[in-house]
């Protein structure tokens, strides 16, 4: 019914003898089309309703809200990625406070379909920690990290390092080996080859057999004396 590929019915139509008379479609159509302006007009605010009360057809007043409000969705998706470009954590706030700010933005932007992906709130995040120092070694970790991190595999990382980072009495002076205790801790860091060790343990294990080897070949020497 709110389709512009719905045609209007006439609203009359010429009978078996020539007479125009009134088409019952149409009628029938009015009948629909003002229910669907009643329901439409149920919903709108006052300020919104004096802007389609005007129009003819359910359709019109729709298509004159679609357009209003995609305009509206515009302007409200550069503000919030205006603000996720801008948006830096301060010294006061903590990490738990700055990432639900965050979230808060990429959700709206999400209500009004226009998702930000994933690689660039990452970034939005970790470039909004670079006014504080004590971050600067894990940002520089994450940002170079050996595989993409998702935004929730940031949070418990970033909030670990909060943690230690409180925990410590010489705090800013040991970051470095803070944000490497955290990513390692993650669980995520590479397996390190323990080829070496193997090899190592298999030729003490030759060694050992070749020694045995020599025991036995020198008690069978003995007993054939």
């Excluded at 603000?83 to 010294?91: F, P």
């Amino acid at each position: 019914m709110l389709e512009d590929t719905i045609s209007i019915p006439p609203a009359t139509i010429i009978d078996e003898c020539g007479v125009s008379i009134l088409n019952t479609q149409f009628c029938e159509y009015l009948r629909v089309d003002q229910q669907m302006e009643s329901w439409i007009f149920a919903t709108l605010s006052r300020d919104v309703f004096v802007e389609v009360h005007d129009l003819s057809t359910s359709v019109k007043i729709w298509n004159r809200l679609q357009t209003r409000f995609m305009h509206a969705s515009m302007d409200r998706s550069m503000e919030l990625k205006g603000r996720l470009t801008r948006i830096k954590k301060s010294d006061s706030q903590s990490v738990d406070g700055y990432l639900c700010e965050i979230k808060v933005i990429a959700d709206s932007l999400a209500i009004i379909q226009c998702p930000i992906s994933n690689q660039d709130l990452v970034q939005h995040k970790l470039f909004g920690l670079n006014l504080d120092s004590k971050y600067d070694h894990i940002v520089t970790i994450l940002l170079h990290y050996p595989f993409p991190l998702s935004f929730d595999d940031l949070c418990p990382k970033l909030l670990l390092h909060e943690q230690r980072m409180k925990s410590s009495k010489d705090g800013f002076e040991s970051s470095s080996q803070h944000a490497l205790v955290v990513v390692q801790s993650s669980g995520s860091s590479p397996k390190p080859n323990s080829g070496g060790r193997n090899r190592g343990r298999n030729n003490k294990n030759r060694g050992g057999n070749n020694n045995r080897n020599q025991n036995n070949r020198g008690n069978g020497g003995g007993n054939g004396g």
